[in-house]
């Protein structure tokens, strides 16, 4: 963490970097400079920038995420896999911003950075109070839903060995391996994390592990679809975002995701916005998969170990005093709550 | 003053007072949650006492009955031995017991492992409910 550039040095080398990779640009300035995102992954800046090209004014928005090295995923997360992901996409129907540049040494801001355009449209928070009455609007009028469960569709559709993606690893088809993956991915950032002994999240990893589904048919999947992880314009999105958590795999893994109701607070619609049968219909037309509501409470399972492990991650990052967010240290008390809910999922 | 009370009102400084005069996000956010942290430490340390003494008692009742549900029929030495240790174990033995009740769960047969479980299982749910009158 000591080694990074201070966020107020961030503009210029920034606007130095920029500059540089453009060929003719010159006397580049950046405005309207906001950070978005502290503490509990990567930060992120927004900003326009101006400069002068073969004696014309040019201007482009961006978006810039830096690796504090001390992000929740810890190293499951990689700033060079979003920037390489983001270009594979570049090639695809579904909407997302376009990656520019990846450094992956310390050079310019003393850690990993990726710049990417600044995607038009805004990304209501779905757990604050104004966020759930933009969902409720946009599901009222209708065209939002359609399209979040549309964008979804689009992204299990997409040809991923077509668009380069196959370098995220892939799960033998007819066998259990990608859920085994992803358990496997989690224990380790459990074990990352450094928390003393859960018996109850040990019961629920064995469980998953002697019921892990078979995979017959594998998408790219996104791994946190929901309201919030995308940028919205004209009511319908404009770009998916939030490329961490993306694998190949069963894309019942997306839809269990959005059937969650972690992802809804007293609400019927799905991710606060999408009513049930709309997406089921709409879905199922779409990409000619039928949800499997068995593998979909699977999953959802399988989600409250991932929330387990990653409120360990973030409490252990403040303990270890990795981090000096607080919001971290509270995470410690939300890991109780995530067990309760897997046990009564699993009948006790 | 009781270290319970003390934090509870530390707690309540954060919120009423310190975070309300913060007028940067950022740092208004981190009193506001050093207010909630601070809640939660104090309702667990007046809760810790009751709290340790039903683990004991209940970690005792789970032992003695599993020793009884073992005593039926013959199980795998790796089953009886996590028994065994369970009692100066702690939540560490408790864990190491369900990962053997699951790797064995063919040898001990369906039903028996589903008892086996389902009596550690009543443990975990008491237990979970416990942190959860700090948690919720």
Known sequence: MSDLVPAAEVPARIAAYIQ?????????????????????????????????????????????????????????SDLGEQFRVLKCLEGTDLLTPRAWWYEAGPEVLGAPFLVMEKVGGECPNPWGREGRRFYAEAADRGILPASFTDALSTLHNIDWQAAGLDFLGVPEAGTNQFAMN???????????????????????????????????????????????NMLIADDRISAVLDWELQVIGDPMYDVAYVLSDLNRENSDLLSNLVPRDMFYRRYEDATGIRIDEDACRYYQLLYAMRSAAFWMSASGLYRDGASNDIRLARTEWSIPVVLQRAARDLGY | MEPADLLARMSKMFRADIGPAIADEYPRTQAYLSSVVLQKLSLQ?????????????????????????????????????????????GDAGLCALIEVLYAAREELDQARFETLLGRVRADLRRSIDRRMEVAA
Not at chain 1, 33 to 46: D, F, K, M, N, R
Not at chain 1, 207 to 216: G, I, M, R
């Open chain 1, 20 to 76: 540089a990779r453009i060929p003719g640009a010159d006397d580049m300035t950046l405005t309207d400079l906001q950070q978005i995102a502290v503490g509990w992954s990567h930060e992120t800046w927004l900003f326009d920038a101006e400069w002068m090209e073969g004696g014309k004014k040019r201007s482009a928005g961006f978006c810039l995420r830096r690796d504090p090295g001390n992000a929740l995923l810890r190293d499951l």
């Open chain 1, 182 to 228: 992803e358990i496997a991915k989690w224990k380790k950032l459990i074990a990352l994390s450094g928390h003393g002994p859960e018996p109850v999240l040990t019961d629920l990893i064995c469980w998953l592990e002697a019921n892990a589904p078979v995979t017959e048919r594998l998408t790219l999947v996104h791994g946190a679809y929901r309201t919030g």
């Open chain 2, 45 to 89: 340390l007046r809760n810790a006492e009751a709290h340790a003494a039903a683990e004991t008692s209940e970690r005792a009742a789970l032992v003695s009955d599993l020793e009884h549900l073992l005593a039926v029929a013959p199980v795998p030495a790796s089953v009886s031995d996590a028994v065994a240790s369970l009692a100066a174990s």
